[in-house]
């Protein structure tokens, strides 16, 4: 296992590092047991993972990786977990709801401290309200040790250009520990300015859902480059119609799930690539992925000048 520094928290975290959300939530949408889920945290361990993140809005999870974690030195891994403010879709900065919500998550999580405490997703239009209002709330926290660091991490459905990060990083990135994004294949903007203000800031970068719902599914990968190409954003010869990634499988890239993977976790300033796979099998194929995390030169620089300038949801 490859390991990167976290920015400024001087945290050395895994190159892979296991997510408990998306469309799994640690096999709690597959009908995984206790014993399951026990197995894979811990196999996630054995591989070298040391980062495990989840969320309060993320079913039972939290209390499932508390867990799972029991009986394992507390100084073998490091926790993030978020807090979104909203009810619904409606926007709610209550401080008082934050401060409930660190501590429902130490109890779930069987810990004294959170590593990393995430805000969860909030628009660009709600940032100032989240520095006025809430931040003052984990900065309280940070100093009586219940939390280590602050993050934000970008709602990233909603604002594929994730705006929200670039305005914290602009107006204050002393305030921001961590940033979590999406960067990948088919999801590029963050390296147009995200990246280059966390590595001038020494902000860490953790890696959301890179590889994820288009980019392994063939039948969704071919329909979104076709509409792509209807849409002007892509050469209508610039690609083949069927498969049209396939010439990432090359050398020792054996798919284009690999090569996902390889390029989500290229720019040195990416601490960290999280995968959501409730299943073994596919959490030690994608540690394979990373332990050589680079493509072929000449085909990433293809990809940058294919998808470097689209940014939709993807």
Known sequence: MIYRRLGRTDLNVSLLSLGTGGARRLGQATG????????????????????????????????I??????????????LSTKWAPRIGEAF?????????????SLKRLGTDYIDIMFFHGPRAAEYGAVVDQLYPVLDALRNAGK?????????????????VARI????????????????????QHAANHILTLADRYDVGVMNMAA???????????????????????????ALPDKNPLDWLIQGD???VIEAGYRFAAEPPGIATVLTGTSSIEHLNANAR??????????????????????????
């Open 92 to 104: 709610v900065p209550d401080p008082a709801a934050l401060q409930a919500s660190v501590e429902r």
């Open 253 to 255: 890239v054996e798919s």
């Open 168 to 187: 914290a990083l602009t107006e204050n990135p002393a305030m921001w520990d961590v940033v979590m994004l999406k960067y990948g294949i088919l999801n």
């Open 211 to 237: 590889v994820r719902i288009k980019l392994p599914d063939p039948v969704l990968l071919e329909a979104l480059i076709r509409e792509w190409k209807e849409g002007g954003l892509i050469a209508r010869d």
């Open 65 to 78: 990786l508390g867990r799972c974690l029991r009986g394992i030195p507390r100084n073998q891994y490091f």
């Open 147 to 163: 939390v280590r660091s602050v993050g934000l991490s970008t709602p990233f459905v909603y604002d594929p250009a994730q705006e």
């Open 289 to 314: 992925c990373l332990e050589n995390p680079k493509l072929i030169s000449a085909h990433s620089s293809r990809l940058k000048a294919l998808f470097g300038g689209i940014v939709e949801y993807a």
């Open 32 to 63: 995984m047991t206790l014993i399951d889920q026990q197995a894979l945290v811990h196999h996630a361990i054995d591989l070298g993972v040391n980062l495990i993140d989840t969320a309060e809005q993320y079913g039972e999870s939290e209390s």
